[in-house]
């Protein structure tokens, strides 16, 4: 790895660690700066600003969670064993990373520019990857194949982010997004919602 980008890195990371004690409006850059014991204008050289080490950061996380998902979809012998794979990678990324989806912006109705740019970050990664799982069922029988990978995926997306929008409202109404239950309760929302859809591709 190139010095800039391990610097990136260690950038990155002291941000994650701000981010999760303090909140992301609670953060700022020159607390990172003095966690890092660097200058600001060292870290201006790598980030112009907050919001762009946020989304990095949450670019970072997606793009892991989705390269240790996509390892199966080789050696995959099932769409269930994909489902279960992905729905066990999302469940821990939710549980260690709960803290930077914006869950009250989304509650609102009124999530801001930088949220929807995150929102949109995970989409268009959540699109990718699930083309990809669709072509694999259909490789392996599992999804007819008249249908097209790529609005397929789209709109399994969409669903699945009305179901995350409907669940961020229950929090707000009392549950705890940290609570281990009730991310399980939310993934297995989620496992249901994935199996009548894939079974209706048959």
Same mark, same amino acid.
């Given at each position: 790895?190139?010095?800039?980008?391990?610097?990136?890195?260690?950038?990155?990371? #002291?941000?994650?660690?701000?981010?999760?004690?303090?909140?992301?409006?609670?953060?700022?850059?020159?607390?990172?700066?003095?966690?890092?014991?660097?200058?600001? /204008?060292?870290?201006?050289?790598?980030?112009?600003?907050?919001?762009?080490?946020?989304?990095? =950061?949450?670019?970072?996380?997606?793009?892991?969670? %989705?390269?240790?998902?996509?390892?199966?979809?080789?050696?995959?012998?099932?769409?269930?064993?994909?489902?279960? $794979?992905?729905?066990? !990678?999302?469940?821990?990324?939710?549980?260690?990373?709960?803290?930077? %989806?914006?869950?009250?912006?989304? !509650?609102?109705?009124?999530?801001?520019?930088?949220?929807?740019?995150? /929102?949109?970050?995970?989409?268009?990664?959540?699109?990718? %990857?699930?083309? #990809?799982?669709?072509? $694999?069922?259909?490789?392996?029988?599992?999804?007819?194949?008249?249908?097209?990978?790529?609005?397929?995926?789209?709109?399994?997306?969409?669903?699945?982010?009305?179901?995350? =929008?409907?669940?961020?409202?229950?929090?707000?109404?009392? +549950?705890?997004?940290?609570?281990?239950?009730?991310? $399980?309760?939310?993934?297995?929302?989620?496992?249901?919602?994935?199996?009548? +859809?894939?079974? /209706?591709?048959?």
């Amino acid at each position: 790895m190139a010095e800039q980008d391990q610097k990136r890195e260690v950038i990155l990371e #002291a941000a994650l660690k701000r981010f999760k004690r303090f909140g992301l409006a609670k953060t700022t850059m020159e607390e990172i700066a003095r966690d890092l014991e660097i200058s600001k /204008g060292s870290l201006y050289y790598y980030f112009p600003d907050k919001d762009r080490i946020y989304v990095a =950061v949450i670019e970072r996380i997606v793009s892991q969670c %989705f390269a240790e998902v996509s390892a199966t979809l080789e050696s995959a012998v099932s769409v269930k064993e994909v489902m279960e $794979k992905y729905l066990s !990678v999302k469940e821990q990324i939710l549980l260690d990373y709960h803290f930077l %989806f914006g869950i009250h912006e989304w !509650v609102s109705d009124k999530p801001s520019s930088l949220m929807r740019q995150v /929102g949109d970050l995970v989409h268009q990664s959540e699109i990718r %990857f699930l083309s #990809a799982w669709l072509r $694999k069922g259909k490789d392996l029988g599992e999804v007819a194949a008249g249908h097209d990978p790529e609005k397929t995926a789209d709109l399994l997306v969409h669903v699945l982010f009305g179901l995350w =929008v409907i669940w961020c409202k229950w929090q707000a109404a009392g +549950f705890e997004l940290q609570d281990s239950d009730n991310i $399980k309760e939310f993934m297995n929302r989620e496992r249901a919602v994935l199996t009548i +859809f894939f079974q /209706g591709l048959r």
